[in-house]
């Protein structure tokens, strides 16, 4: 009952609809019994007419036309309903399942950077696809046909135990072995459900992961390992659907077999009470073809048993696979209770007191202790993983600290709420992350949420048929600005559509430095408080990084900024430099500072300027490549 008590939700919205829909199924059922009685009838009059019988009324014309309009009357009136019925039912488990999508879409928007290192995105995409397309055909025809199928049976049982109970008796001789069988098979239909939603999870996750490393498969010369590798996942799947029909197929045959035997009883037993064999159970012409015609409306209900346990058992499967995401729960939060912003304008004034940060047994980050006044440049450099990115995060909460605390404007940042502090923040990763859209959108990307109206509690049939609104045009004053700032709007100019160029997925239609310069536009164009470049300015040249640099220079003033690299000519311009090594801030000063003090960042100087005048011997821009960041000795080997 798990399942069904937290689907409660959202059936509780669309409670009218199915209480409509359901009792329309339950008079449509009674309607459609009425025609076998009317022709029962007919005949019983038929016959009297024949055999002349003084006892029995003959069969009139007007009699006649009485029980054909009868027939037809209560045949319409049953379609009349089935129509409520879908008008209501149908129309309620596509509601419900836009509402699931929505609401799973804003849970899986709120889950954390941990979440989803874990999941595969894939088996994600399957889950709002397949998995939520079986819980709303469940709750549509699925929940349809359960209350059909059961007002069917008790309908037709009583009028045909009123007719005859020695027939109906002999008849349910059948039903227990047809029972136990849709038991049993129901179970094994859930489990083997499971392992192909599984399996395709897998094939959608192996395909998305190739067409997004398109390029790197095609460096490699490896289509044929990978296409191999797709082909034996889709073998796997074509193994498990069919272990699922080998328990499918046999049920609906079974019944079928089932009913032709019940078939052979009314026929071969109710023949015998026709010609009086049977002493005391008298059974006229007229009621064997009632029995026999009521009977015959229980033969789609008795075949769509099978397929209703095997659509409700996927339904239920979906939606447990479905509820594994509403049961995950972001790792970072906001407080209880606390969702308000906080009253002031906030400065930019961080601070690092004796935080730590351990994955598991292993130290990231090992009793940092900083202040970072508002408005200043922090530079942070280091080898790599020595733990400058979880820096980072630290301040925009993609993750908590282990122990000590960071503090924005002298209060722990676990005190504001999650939304304001990550509005007054803007990051520009190292790997930055584009969409299929056009140039001006993506740099705008963080400045229309506001423009958006609020998700409504629930659908309306109204609303879907209305005309969808586009999307706020972007500010392109702000635009153009962050891209000149950025080193961008000279690129931009020379795109065939400029501003309004479409991107191709993830930006693959860009050079490396032209998604970097693309994120940095659209964290400059939010005019942030604190600004975080993360090593954002490793795909671009030396010329185009001074260019960058200039420009940021307006954008530091008043604001606080961290910036991440590896490069000394990025982290010159820094008010304070740190540099990381294991976890642990080493050494930290001015530039000039840092260089007296001659160690690794003297050092990392003293590398890249080699590397700058073999750039000029060789003509190939050695600063950009890690050879000068991982390793200390790699410029002199190159040399």
């Known amino acids: 009952m798990h399942p069904l008590h937290t689907l409660w939700p959202y059936l509780r919205l669309h409670r009218r609809q199915y209480l409509i829909g359901l009792v329309a199924v339950l008079f449509s059922n009674m309607a459609v019994l009425l025609p076998p009685y009317l022709l029962g009838r007919g005949i019983d009059h038929l016959s009297a007419s024949v055999d002349r019988n003084p006892a029995t009324p003959g069969l009139s014309v007007s009699t006649l036309a009485l029980y054909a309009l009868g027939i037809i009357a209560a045949s319409a009136l049953s379609a009349t309903l089935m ?96 029972i136990g069988l849709l038991v049993y098979l129901s179970r094994l239909i859930a489990q083997r459900y499971v392992l192909v939603q599984e399996q395709n999870s897998a094939i959608s996750a192996k395909a998305q992961e190739n067409f997004s490393g398109a390029r790197v498969v095609k460096g490699y010369a490896i289509e044929d390992r990978e296409i191999s590798a ?125 935080v730590s940060v351990r994955f598991g047994e292993r130290p990231v980050l090992q009793g940092i202790t900083l202040h970072i006044p508002a408005g200043m440049t922090l530079g942070i450099t280091g080898p790599t993983g020595s733990g400058k990115t979880v820096l980072s ?53 963080g400045l229309n949420g506001a423009q958006y109206p609020p998700i409504p509690t629930r659908v309306n049939v109204r609303d879907a048929a209305a005309p969808i609104a586009d999307d706020p045009a972007p500010d392109m004053d702000r635009v153009r600005d962050a891209a000149r700032l950025a080193g961008l709007d000279r690129d931009i100019e020379d795109f065939p559509n400029t501003y309004n160029t479409m991107l191709g997925e993830r930006g693959v239609t860009l050079s490396g430095g032209q998604r970097q310069r693309t994120a940095l536009a659209r964290a400059i164009a939010r005019q942030p408080k604190i600004l975080i470049l993360d090593d954002s300015m490793s795909a671009v040249d030396t010329e185009t990084e001074r ?57 990392l100087d003293r590398k890249q300027r080699l590397a700058q005048d073999l750039e000029q011997d060789l003509g190939t821009d050695l600063t950009t490549t890690d050879l000068t960041t991982t390793d200390p000795n790699a410029t002199e080997r190159q040399a």
């Open 393 to 445: 995060q630290l301040v925009t909460r993609l993750m908590d600290p282990t122990s000590g605390a960071v503090r924005l404007d002298g209060r722990d940042l676990r005190e504001y709420p999650l939304a304001q502090l990550r509005d007054a923040i803007a990051v520009v990763p190292q790997e930055p992350f584009l969409f299929s859209d056009t140039v001006a959108n993506n740099i705008a990307f």
């Open 230 to 354: 797709y082909r034996a996942m889709n073998l796997e799947l074509l193994r498990r659907f069919l272990a699922l029909a080998r328990v499918d197929g046999p049920l609906q045959a079974f019944i079928s077999l089932l009913m032709g035997i019940a078939y052979v009883l009314v026929l071969a037993y109710g023949g015998r009470m026709i010609l009086g064999l049977v002493p005391g159970a008298d059974l006229s012409l007229g009621q064997f073809v009632q029995y026999a015609t009521t009977l015959e409306r229980l033969a789609w209900p008795m075949l769509s048993i099978g397929y209703i346990a095997n659509l409700t058992q996927r339904g239920l499967a979906s939606w447990v696979r479905l509820q594994e995401i509403f049961d995950a729960h972001p790792q970072v939060r906001d407080r209880p209770g606390r969702t308000a912003p906080l009253q002031g304008e906030l400065r930019g004034d961080l601070s690092f007191e004796n």
């Open 83 to 178: 129509l409520i019925m879908r008008r209501n039912i149908v129309v309620a488990s596509r509601e419900t399942e836009y509402e699931i999508r929505r609401d799973l879409f804003g849970h899986l928007s709120q889950l954390d950077k941990p979440y989803f290192d874990r999941a595969r995105t894939g088996d994600l995409m399957n889950r709002l696809t397949g998995d939520l397309s079986a819980v709303r055909e469940m709750l549509g025809f699925g929940a349809w046909q359960i209350v059909n199928v059961t007002s069917v049976f008790i309908a037709s049982f009583s009028v045909m135990f009123s007719v005859s109970w020695r027939l109906t008796v002999a008849v349910l001789a059948v039903f227990p072995i047809m």
């Open 547 to 603: 260019r960058i640099l200039t420009g940021l220079q307006q954008v530091q003033q008043g604001r606080t900024v961290l910036l991440i690299g590896h490069r000394v000519s990025t982290l010159r311009g820094a008010d304070h430099i740190i540099v990381l090594e294991d976890g642990r801030i080493i050494e930290q000063g001015s530039h000039d500072e840092l260089l007296a003090l001659g160690g690794h960042y003297a050092d």
